[in-house]
């Protein structure tokens, strides 16, 4: 199975995609995706949707990084973007969560868990594992993706004035990576493991708008049609 044969698709991250996964890390994370797809297990997402963040997401236009740490790991629920669901799948609990803290936080109530709508507008939504093996969480999480993802951080904190809400020990061991002009705001993981811990009350939505407005740039429209 080809994996990675969609990469030419992508414009905006066309060229940085296409340099990394020429390197030897990146052809690691190759082998065991086809190792395990080998072995009879199911990845999720499905390939074409492993970038599918970066698609969405103008690069030129990002305002926002939202960081996660894998994709759902159950069955035709994670469509590429982190924290975001297939349409019409009914919403995870940890998105249920984030939607949770938006209506406390900006009273806006959304109950459609495909949050394409965010990542047009400048929010990379993106998880530090770009698979999962289903009913496995973090499964993949050490099979090279990370090192992805820390290249991601410092392609993305080198434009400066970048805001980065950070969910989870997961995300928030990338802080060291982010410099510059750039903004973190640091947050527990939404899931219901955690949420109680440090995710309810963080009022990252307003937060981050506010910086946005700040800095003299639009802020996000955060309610889902």
């Known amino acids: 199975m080809c994996y990675f044969g969609c990469v030419m698709q ?3 991250w066309q060229n940085f995609i296409e340099q990394e996964t020429k390197k030897t890390y990146f052809q690691s994370i190759k082998k065991r995706l086809i190792e395990d797809n080998s072995a009879g297990k ?3 997402p499905e390939p074409k949707l492993f970038f599918k963040a970066f698609e969405i997401c103008n690069l030129n236009n990002l305002k926002i990084v939202i960081l ?3 994709p ?3 069955p035709a629920t994670a469509n590429g973007l982190a924290f975001s669901v297939q349409k019409h799948r009914k919403v995870p609990p940890s998105l249920v969560n984030i939607f949770k803290e938006l209506d406390s936080d900006l009273g806006i109530k959304n109950y459609s868990g495909d949050l ?3 990542a047009e507008q400048g929010v990379l939504l ?3 594992s770009l698979t999962v093996i289903e009913g496995e969480a973090g499964s993949h999480s050490k099979i090279g993706w990370e090192i992805f993802t820390d290249e991601v951080i410092k392609q993305v904190q080198s434009k400066n004035n970048i805001i980065f809400l950070l969910w989870g020990s997961h995300a928030r061991k990338k802080k060291e990576l982010i410099g510059g002009d750039n903004f973190v705001f640091e947050a527990a993981h939404p899931s219901p493991l955690s949420a109680h811990n440090g995710f309810f009350g963080c009022k990252h939505f ?4 506010e910086k946005l407005i700040e800095l003299g740039s639009r802020p996000i429209d955060w309610q889902l049609a």
């Open 206 to 209: 307003s937060q981050a708008n």
């Open 126 to 128: 993106l998880n530090t």
């Open 72 to 74: 759902y790991h159950t």
């Open 42 to 44: 199911i990845i999720h």
């Open 68 to 70: 996660g740490q894998d």
């Open 116 to 118: 394409s709508y965010w």
């Open 10 to 12: 992508y414009e905006n």
